[in-house]
């Protein structure tokens, strides 16, 4: 059985939890595991991707309290060229620019259904 | 008073001062009684400054004031505009609104003498009052009644407007807020209270529905009247709905851990989100995710919003009893004239709406009707809960003739954030 590591970057508690919870739920079906680190801010999500092996994926909010969700997808991209990266906002039609950083773009709130499509999507899975 | 409280021509209360004003009273206000407000706007009278020189405006609306104060030494006079003032007043009757703005009027209609000179100066009013209304914010209170005034401004000289419900929200107004949901259900300016069911069989609280409420930075609150018909046009319920479910799975380890393992919780399901084809999957989800299965939580359906026919969705019904969840039938006795839905309906409960409450110690004929619809509860075995229970005299009727009943009301609890509900518990 293969696993995927999945780095998620949120600021919101809630947001962590549910998301971590929806890839589990989701992953049941899946011969694949799924290994999920959580960061709150963009300095945590610079200091995690240092240290740590490359991510498969990455969930990373916009809106960081320390900045935008764009300074992480550009060193995670410099890492490892290969890693799936989906960008998490409210509003998506205000990132039109931002958009080459990222694979796909997801929408909060969070809809269980749309969110595990994208998921699989993002995977590739 | 603070100088920033007072308006420094008139020296009436400003815009702040209403606004707090309002807030309290619309805590406080009796069942009996409601919140008036009349929205006073004069015409333009800059036009006197070209005929009697530089300020004669500001001496004409001075006089204009002094005039009308004498008509509200009970209600609180505000000035919020340059012609613009308003007045609030707790009253039982809307006719009492009308009739303290006709007295406005007819003071309007007798000349002001200035400078030698007779001149008469026109009005609009509007009115907007809280009657028939579970809760409603002092913004919007104050823009409805804005709104009739400008009806009446359309009409004519001098009218009076009664403000009609529908106008809560100008388009511009609604715009806003269906923009704003996504960030308000995100950053939790969407929050949740609990207002108390209590059950007179064993004097306790027995359950409580989780209600959202919505406190905008800008509009001050939102009531939920308002704001759930937007959520259900730009998809926000659904989120919404998951919120509170995961709302409901923590108050439930709260009430857990001192010791309440039978509270029930209820929370409301619009039926567009029951429609949804992917409702039961996600609610599969969240209460595996959230330890909900084996909770006591049920559904309310508003009656009104149920099909005639059922029988496509009782299958979808069935599936959310198999989770184990339970479903009321909500506002029961507003929406069907037909009883047939409650043969599919695999209903649980139903609660009966305030309607049939209100007054019932005064009116015999809704005390019947009450009592023929618990009856029929009874014969049926569905469980009863009577909405909107807010006077001392409401609650001995109801408690001398169905002692095992369970009650809901202001009476018993006011709707409050969890910490404050789960101290009320354990008083």
């Known amino acids: 059985m293969s696993e995927k590591r999945v780095l998620i970057v949120d600021d919101v508690d809630f947001n962590i939890e549910f998301e971590s919870k929806l890839i589990k739920n989701l992953m049941v079906g899946f011969k694949t595991t799924i290994h999920i680190d959580t960061a709150g801010s963009v300095e945590e999500a610079l200091d995690i991707i240092a240290k740590n092996d490359p991510y498969d994926a990455m969930i990373i909010d916009m809106n960081l309290p320390d900045g935008t969700g764009v300074e992480i997808a550009k060193v995670a991209r410099e890492k490892d060229e290969s890693v799936r990266l989906a960008a998490l906002t409210i509003y998506p039609n205000e990132y039109e620019k931002e958009r080459p950083y990222f694979d796909l773009f997801m929408k909060k709130p969070i809809m269980v259904e749309s969110f595990k499509q994208n998921f699989v999507r993002l995977l590739q899975i | ?427």
């Open chain 2, 1 to 427: 008073m603070n100088k920033s409280h007072v308006d420094a021509l008139t020296g009436l209360p400003t815009y702040g001062v209403l606004r707090s004003h309002l807030e309290t009273l619309l805590n406080t206000v009796s069942p009996s009684e409601m919140v008036g407000i009349l929205f006073i706007e004069f015409e333009d009278i800059s036009h006197f400054n070209d005929a009697f020189g530089y300020n004669a405006d500001k001496s004409i609306l001075l006089d204009l004031v002094e005039h009308i104060r004498t008509l509200f030494s009970d209600a609180l006079f505000a000035r919020i505009g340059t012609y613009s003032f308003v007045v609030v007043k707790e009253t039982s009757t809307t006719e009492e609104l009308i009739s303290l703005s006709q007295n406005i009027i007819n003071l309007l209609r007798e000349p002001l003498s200035f400078q030698k000179n007779l001149l008469y100066v026109s009005a609009a009013i509007g009115i907007a009052h809280t009657e028939n209304r579970e809760e409603v914010s002092p913004l919007l209170l104050v823009k409805q009644a804005e709104y009739a005034m400008r009806e009446a401004k359309q009409q004519g000289i001098n009218r009076i407007v009664v403000s009609r419900h529908k106008e809560l929200l100008s388009t511009q107004d609604e715009l806003r807020l269906l923009k704003d949901l996504p960030y308000a259900i995100e950053r939790e300016e969407i929050y949740f209270v609990y207002q108390g069911q209590f059950n007179y069989g064993t004097s306790t609280f027995v359950g409580a529905e989780i209600l959202a409420r919505w406190e905008h930075p800008d509009l001050g609150m939102i009531p939920p009247s308002v704001f759930i018909p937007l959520a259900e046009k730009n998809g926000m319920i659904t989120p919404l709905m998951t919120r509170t479910l995961i709302e409901a799975a923590s108050m439930f380890e709260k009430l857990e851990l001192r010791g309440k393992h039978t509270f029930s919780l209820s929370i409301n399901l619009p039926f567009q989100v029951l429609m949804e084809e992917s409702f039961v999957d996600t609610l599969g989800f969240l209460s595996d995710a959230y330890n909900l299965a084996g909770r006591h939580l049920t559904f309310e359906i508003m009656e009104d919003t149920i099909p005639d026919h059922l029988e496509s969705f009782s299958s979808r019904l069935t599936e959310i009893k198999s989770l184990g969840f339970k479903l009321a039938v909500d506002d029961y006795g507003t929406g069907h004239t037909s009883l047939t839905y409650l043969q599919y309906f695999p209903v649980d409960y139903i609660k009966i709406d305030r309607s049939f409450i209100t007054g019932i110690q005064k009116e015999h004929k809704r005390f019947m009707l009450f009592k023929s619809i618990v009856d029929m509860a009874d014969a049926l075995e569905l469980e009863v809960i009577a909405e909107g229970v807010e006077t001392e005299e409401e609650n001995e009727i109801l408690l001398y003739y169905f002692d095992h009943l369970t009650v809901q009301g202001f009476l018993y609890s006011r709707p409050s954030k969890a910490e404050n509900f789960l101290s009320l518990l354990s008083s």
